[in-house]
């Protein structure tokens, strides 16, 4: 029998050797969140059939959306554990202040609780994504400028992917591990050490649908992954328009994912802090690379918590290609690629 693994073992073993226990601790408790969220939505498609969702349950209370309650389940686990000194949730317009009442840690969690959920009610993959920044003062209470860094300064990112089986992958800058959660024993095994992205790459994702408000050069850059050039690569289309299982895919299989900006949505849809920024940082620990089509998402630094980006991210030459395709564009060299 093969060696079995456990997260906590993983993370106490490969602890970054600036770590004092809190970071540790705190990817362990991001991981209990995250087999407590998975319990819950492997129960949605049972929630018409047992009664649990809609209305209330016996003590009359409502019953909350999934990623209502994904949220508050990732709140409750980390604001108290004097770990953090803040929060930022995709759920909630203003930033998590850790309560006086509790110690402040050094740390700043950002996270997307549950990502894709337009495909909950069709039992399609949805995922949980987080990231950790090491906070600007430590000597403070936790503000707002602790969460604006750019990507390129977290400490750990990672997501959680509710599939066929729930999987954890995060990365603490010492390349991307993943883990799967073995329900019979509820603990996350290790099943996937050192993720790299293959070369060459299989697959491309994105909604074509938004072919029309697209800017020229991401449209010659579609036309060009879609195989309408000489050099165009030999890629096939995956889209599941759940971020998460998108990203995973294309990270075993190789690939690039694409939310170009849009005629009227200059600024992309997804969000920077929580979503992009930390795919991010694990596709760079892959070996690869992920843009807004100018500049490295690494090296963005946020302006406001919910800030929205456009983003490409895969395999770096795929990611270089469509930065030379905007870039010409915006030479009014157009005519030329
Ligand atoms: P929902 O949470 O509304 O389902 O949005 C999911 C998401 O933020 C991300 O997970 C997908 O990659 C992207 O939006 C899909 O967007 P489109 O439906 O516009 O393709």
């Not at 770990?83 to 009442?101: G, Q």
């Not at 991307?176 to 299989?202: I, K, R, W």
């Not at 998402?297 to 395709?325: D, K």
């Amino acid at each position: 029998m093969s060696t079995v693994t456990t997260i906590e073992r993983f993370i106490l073993e490969h602890q970054p050797e600036y770590a004092r226990g809190e970071l540790t601790t705190l990817l362990y408790d991001v991981a209990l969140a995250a087999k407590i969220i998975a319990h819950k939505t492997n129960r949605a498609g049972l929630i018409d059939i047992l009664g649990e969702a809609g209305a209330s349950n016996v003590q009359g209370e409502a019953q909350q959306k999934l990623d209502i309650y994904a949220d508050e389940i990732i709140k409750q686990l980390c604001d108290h554990t004097g770990r953090l000194c803040l929060m930022v949730s995709e759920e909630r317009e203003e930033a998590i202040a850790i309560p006086d009442r509790y110690h402040k840690g050094s740390y700043v969690l950002v996270y997307d609780p549950l990502d894709g959920s337009s495909n909950i009610d069709v039992n399609v993959s949805i995922g949980t994504i987080f990231g950790i920044y090491r906070c600007v003062d430590e000597q403070r209470r936790g503000r707002v400028e602790d969460a604006l860094q750019p990507p390129g300064h977290l400490v750990a990112a990672g997501y959680v992917l509710y599939g066929a089986s729930t999987m954890l992958v995060y990365s603490t800058g010492d390349g991307v591990h993943g883990f799967t959660l073995n329900p019979e024993y509820g603990e996350f095994l290790l099943s996937h050490p050192n993720m790299h992205l293959p070369d060459p790459p299989a697959y491309f994702s994105v909604n074509s649908s938004y072919y029309a408000r697209w800017s020229p050069g991401v449209r010659r850059f579609l036309d060009w992954l879609q195989g309408m050039n000489p050099d165009s690569p030999n890629l096939s289309a995956r889209y599941i328009g759940s971020l998460v299982a998108d990203f995973h895919r294309n990270l075993l299989r190789g690939g690039i994912f694409c939310y170009p900006a849009e005629s009227e949505r200059d600024e992309g849809k997804l969000r920077l802090l929580y979503e992009a920024g930390p795919l991010a940082f694990l596709i760079a620990q892959a070996g690869g690379h992920a843009s807004d089509g100018r500049q490295a998402i690494l090296e963005i630094t946020p302006t406001s918590l919910h800030q929205r980006t456009a983003l490409f991210i895969g395999n770096r030459p795929l990611v270089e290609r469509v930065e030379a395709f905007i870039r010409l564009e915006e030479e009014g060299d157009a005519q030329t690629y």
